[in-house]
Nanobody, 127 residues
Framework: QVQLVESGGGLVQHGGSLRLSCAAS????????VTWFRQVPGQDRVFVTS????????????HYIESVKDRFTISRDNAKNTVYLQMNSLKSDDTAVYYC????????????????WGQGTQVTVSS
């Protein structure tokens, strides 16, 4: 299993941008599908976006929930063992703790299908 560390969260005004990073260590990163989830207090952790790894059979495919399409972009740099989440046009509804998670194989929306998790990074969007 890889170990994951998120960074890049913070406080931003409505309409602003942030870039989150998910850095992996402890193993080959290229095969892993990596997903960003987010969670607000009292609610379940929910799928936001994902990018597939080589173990999925088709590396680099991306998936987004409807509410972030055209605003968020996920990408990966396998040479740096890092996945990025560029978030633009941020809204108050985007306020949450963002977690990255990794698994072998294809994308899954269920958090319990992921083996490795980061500690989370807080994103707060002020109105």
């Amino acid at each position: 299993q890889v170990q994951l560390v998120e960074s890049g969260g913070g406080l931003v005004q409505h309409g602003g941008s942030l870039r989150l990073s998910c850095a992996a260590s402890g193993g080959g990163f290229r095969p892993y599908t990596v997903t960003w989830f987010r969670q607000v207090p009292g609610q379940d952790r929910v799928f936001v976006t994902s990018i597939t790894g080589t173990s999925s059979g088709s590396s680099g495919n991306t998936h987004y929930i409807e509410s972030v399409k055209d605003r968020f972009t996920i990408s990966r740099d396998n040479a740096k063992n890092t996945v990025y989440l560029q978030m633009n046009s941020l809204k108050s509804d985007d306020t949450a703790v963002y977690y990255c998670a990794a698994r072998m194989g294809d994308v899954k929306a269920e958090p319990n299908m992921y083996d490795s998790w980061g500690q989370g990074t807080q994103v707060t969007v002020s109105s």
